[in-house]
């Protein structure tokens, strides 16, 4: 049985962001192939990084979407109609561009995959997901606990299929369809009784300063950068976050990495 864990990138920035994630997968002592969709929207020479630390490369066109669809998820109109209130999304962030990812169950060579996006870095070994049924995500939860009841696809086990495939492209695209958190939105809905993970296996970066007292150095497996990306200069919540963005950049350099098991957790609230 073959297995691989996926990612995908759109652009130079999650190009920058893959380099850590797969050089943090390596480091874990997996064995399982590491797999990067790319759209048209990546050069060559910022995908060369990602070959030479082993990644195999598939090209993966953007979904063939209907031209109502496209416009309903412009960036512009979705952050309109759907705003994100709580982090800012970077300028290089396109939403459209999140539903290439559905590409991944066109990869059935594989029989089973575990996505992870290009802005998060894996800590600890998580072959374990392998064996994990389709579909797997772990909660949306970095602001209360109130988030528990939605998903984040920014780690999911999945089964490749085309007939999944074929099947999820007649639902995502009919007639006045939105989904105004993309792909997530989506997954939730194709998917309404996805199983749980622990969220420690998709940490999303906020909960360091909104909920420490969830955040386990101990327990964490993969770190999410949500919102504001680490290789950004200066973001808004830069000096909340330094100790993730130092840890993000020593992947990145593969150089200076910490033991983990020596990291100070997060303040807790007095």
């Excluded at 979705?78 to 590409?103: E, I, S, V």
Aim: proline share 7%; glycine share 4%; net charge neutral.
């Amino acid at each position: 049985m073959r297995h691989a864990y996926v990612t995908l990138v759109t652009n130079a920035d999650y190009a920058l962001g893959a380099q850590a994630l797969v050089r943090s997968l390596r480091l874990t002592g997996t064995r399982a192939d590491i797999v990067v969709l790319h759209t048209g929207g990546v050069a060559a020479a910022e995908l060369a990084p990602l070959s030479a630390l082993g990644a195999r490369l598939v090209k993966a066109d953007l979904l063939p979407t209907s031209a109502q669809f496209n416009e309903r998820h412009q960036r512009a109109r979705l952050h309109r109609d759907a705003p994100f209130t709580k982090g800012n999304k970077p300028a290089f962030h396109t939403p459209l561009d999140n539903f290439a990812k559905l590409r991944l169950w066109q990869l059935t060579e594989y029989s089973r995959v575990v996505f992870i996006d290009a802005d998060a870095i894996v800590i600890r070994n998580i072959d374990r997901l392998f064996s994990y049924p389709q579909f797997c995500a772990a909660p949306n939860v970095y602001e209360s606990l109130a988030d528990f009841h939605r998903l984040n696809s920014g780690v999911f086990v999945a089964e490749p299929s085309h007939g999944t495939f074929e099947s999820m492209l007649e639902r995502l695209d009919r007639p006045g369809a939105f989904w105004p958190r993309t792909d997530q939105t989506f997954l939730q809905s194709y998917f309404p009784d996805w199983h749980g993970l622990p969220v420690f296996f998709n940490m999303l970066q906020y909960v360091w300063f909104n909920l420490p007292e969830l955040w386990d150095w101990a327990s964490v497996k993969v770190i999410h950068y949500q919102y504001e990306k680490p290789w950004e200069a200066d973001h808004p919540k830069a000096e909340r976050l330094k100790p993730l963005i130092a840890l993000w950049q020593a992947y990145r350099a593969g150089e200076g990495i910490p033991d983990i098991d020596r990291l100070e957790n997060p303040a807790r609230p007095a």
